[in-house]
């Protein structure tokens, strides 16, 4: 042990000396710090004014005054999804799909306020997230600190020495490896003081060592690789070489294949196709803003019989409420059937994808960083699926309100003249069916459960490149 700290010492002393580590790891833990402390700010940020909206929103819906129901329907309200505690690290998914949905009667809307989809072509590049950070550069810059950490000692001839002198290849690795681990780790420590702040603002304290944990262990992979590929590498040159190549592929290529193969094996269907077909099955059901349609005959028929009357205007209710509710659940219907099958061919593709985790550890710690922040496709979905649970309540209770709190004739005749078009408004106090909607992430025990397939990817790339390093360590000359 005492020979394998000497060995460690003996790096940093060299890097110290060279000051080209020594820039490199500081350049990476600015960055880091950088992307953390921004990062952090817009997140708080963006969840002061996400709940001040979403109070601000129900406000408004309370406050309008006296309306036709299905005025109100169409009014519609928006409902907001703040960030989880762990997103000033790892946004996740959110920066495409959006946070925030407009809800109302008759259709779906997508999420929206995406800042990825606000952004320009090039000021996307400018947004670095610290997941993206440590991800994606931190490796790099692990391979720029220790590409030659054996090449160098091969090129002097002080390896050959060593070994001679009776100090054992694993001694000599051994340093070297934790040498490169703590320069990763230093670039690990913002990740680590912004899980703990995000500990004091709710966020579970085992998720949090999780988190920190899975990124260890991804630093600690590309320590392995950096040291093995110097490690099987005669001169410094080839090894720097075939580093950025591995990275290349691991952190660029990889990811992308994954999801070029995703969308190649589960396709799914464009827009413009889902709107047409959707349009299609809609226009079967009829329009429920016409209550004189064909397709609502039996509906009017069976309710006649249900209450004795010759004649809808006879009807204890009002027939156009009727047709407004039966009309929305069976719209609703069809609008979760093509939703439903949206979201499953999205996370079809998204779970094709993750599998190439045993192909790049770069796809493993991504997947395992969102699961574990809770920003990941799943929870978009349950997001999206919240929403229009809100948004069907809301709109059923107006069409319950126009049915039974409307008189039928006011409602007919409402167009005739401005005192029929006041008769047809009902009073403001009915406009309290808005719930509250506070969006959470999963349980800590649900996130972790379905993160360990991917921390099973981690550990076998970790076992993977001990194995050749301790292989490669047998020809260590």
């Not at 090894?239 to 294949?257: D, H, K």
């Amino acid at each position: 042990m005492n020979i394998i700290k000497l060995v460690m010492r003996d790096e940093w002393r060299y890097w110290r000396r060279t000051r080209v580590a020594t820039t490199v790891v500081l350049i990476g833990l600015v960055l880091s710090l950088a992307s953390v402390v921004i990062n952090a700010v817009e997140m708080r940020q963006a969840s002061a004014e996400r709940a001040e909206l979403q109070k601000v929103s129900e406000a408004n819906f309370l406050d309008q005054p006296d309306r036709h129901p299905h005025r109100m329907v169409h009014y519609g309200h928006y409902v907001f999804r703040a960030p989880s505690p762990l997103s000033i690290i790892d946004p996740g998914v959110d920066a495409y799909t959006g946070t925030a949905i407009f809800l109302e009667g008759h259709q779906q809307n997508s999420a929206m306020f995406a800042d990825q989809r606000q952004s320009s072509g090039m000021t996307r590049f400018s947004s670095l997230s610290p997941a993206f950070m440590l991800q994606v550069i931190v490796p790099l810059l692990l391979i720029l600190v220790g590409y030659s950490c054996i090449t160098r000692e091969k090129e002097a001839g002080t390896l050959h020495v060593l070994i001679t002198q009776g100090v054992k290849a694993r001694h000599i690795l051994g340093g070297k490896f934790l040498s490169l681990f703590g320069s990763g780790l230093l670039m690990l420590a913002p990740l680590i003081l912004a899980s703990l702040w995000a500990v004091l603002n709710g966020e579970s304290f085992l998720i949090s060592a999780s988190f920190i944990l899975g990124y260890t262990i991804y630093i600690l992979i590309w320590s392995a690789i950096v040291l093995w590929v110097s490690t099987i590498s005669s001169r410094s040159n080839a090894s720097f070489a075939i580093l950025i190549g591995l990275w290349v592929i691991l952190c660029i290529l990889v990811p992308r294949i994954g999801s070029s193969t995703a969308a190649t094996f589960v396709s799914s269907p464009s827009k413009l196709e889902t709107d047409f077909a959707v349009r299609e099955e809609l226009r079967a059901l009829g329009d429920g803003h016409n209550a004189s349609d064909p397709a609502f005959e039996k509906l009017k028929q069976d309710l006649l019989d249900q209450y004795g009357v010759d004649d809808i205007s006879e009807l204890p209710l009002n027939f156009r409420g009727v047709v407004a509710t039966y009309s929305e659940k069976k719209l609703t219907d069809v609008l979760n059937k093509y939703a439903d099958n949206r979201m499953d061919e999205e996370l079809a593709q998204a779970k094709i994808a993750r599998e190439f985790g045993w192909l790049s550890p770069m796809v493993s710690i991504r997947t395992f960083s969102m699961m574990i922040s809770g920003t990941n496709l799943e929870t978009h979905h349950r997001f999206l699926r919240e929403a229009e649970n809100l948004r069907f309540d809301f709109v059923q209770a107006l069409n319950h309100v126009h049915a039974h709190d409307l008189d039928y004739d006011a409602d007919v005749n409402r167009y005739k003249n401005d005192e029929t078009a006041i008769a047809a408004r009902v009073d403001a106090s009915h406009w309290d069916v808005l719930s509250d909607f506070s969006f959470e992430p999963e349980s800590s025990g649900f996130r972790l459960d379905h993160s360990l397939h991917y921390s099973l990817q981690l550990l076998f790339w970790f076992g993977l490149m001990l194995l050749l390093i301790k292989k490669a360590s047998r020809r260590i000359l």
